[in-house]
């Protein structure tokens, strides 16, 4: 009897429930497209420290929370992705043993052929590099024989580190860049789903193009490829090849 298929599948580690959205939302929508099942973990609603404009407008805790879970749902449902919140808090996020867990066991579940998190560094927002030390240490956790012995390990997915708000500060820099301009409409509709940061709508709108016009200029000019659209990542891991060509 031959064994079904994995469904091929990408991973999204989003520290506060729309940086998916901002950083990733293309990459989402793109991979969906492609028949790539898309899987984003929230780990926290960013109800303390990135929904200011909810506060402003006298919401308990509860209901603050409860709406960005709402606008996450949403956004994801036009990229095409399932989410899953871990509600771990924000401002501070801590990830304890038992989040990391639940973590690896995801990936486990999941089998990612890539990962997408934060950068390693962001001095403004210290939840930022929190997420991507849990999602590498998860990730270790689940290539781990001895964790859960019996259970299908997980290979060595890459890890793409996504686009922070102040790159320089953050000492990222892009070494991959991908073309959204063909679902750049759907990564608009999910950027609107977060009315509670309608400032950043155009911003975000601003880095896309950014990284477009750099992506086109380092595609080729004889391509034919009109790239409108981007978004830039950074690896952590070295890229294994066969060729360089
Ligand atoms: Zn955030």
Not at 200 to 224: C, D, F, M, P
Request: glycine residues 8%.
């Amino acid at each position: 009897m031959s064994m079904p298929l994995q469904q091929r599948a990408g991973l999204v580690v989003s520290a506060h429930s729309a940086d998916f959205v901002w950083r990733a939302g293309g990459a989402i929508a793109q991979h969906r497209g492609q028949g790539i099942d898309m899987h984003v973990v929230c780990l926290s609603y960013g109800e303390r420290g990135e929904s200011a404009k909810l506060w402003r407008k006298g919401m308990s805790l509860d209901q603050v929370k409860q709406t960005r879970q709402e606008e996450a749902l949403k956004a994801a449902e036009v990229l095409g992705a399932k989410v899953t919140f871990l509600d771990l808090g924000d401002y501070p996020l801590h990830v304890d043993d038992e989040a990391l867990f639940k973590l690896a066991d995801i990936y486990r579940k999941v089998q990612p052929e890539f990962v997408l998190t934060h950068s390693q560094h962001d001095p403004y927002n210290y939840d930022h590099p929190r997420a991507t030390d849990a999602a590498q240490e998860a990730r270790i956790i689940a290539q781990a024989e001895g964790y859960r012995p019996g259970e299908k390990i997980l290979h060595a997915p890459p890890v793409f580190c996504f686009e922070p708000h102040q790159p320089e500060q953050c000492h990222w820099r892009p070494d991959v860049l991908l073309d959204i301009t063909e679902v750049w409409d759907k990564k608009r509709q999910a950027i609107e789903c977060m009315a509670g940061q309608e400032h950043l709508w155009e911003y975000y709108t601003r880095v896309a193009l950014q990284r477009g016009v750099q992506a086109k200029r380092n595609i080729g000019i004889t391509s034919g490829k009109d790239i409108q659209y981007g978004e830039g990542y950074q690896r952590i891991l070295p890229q294994v090849v066969e060729t360089l060509s």
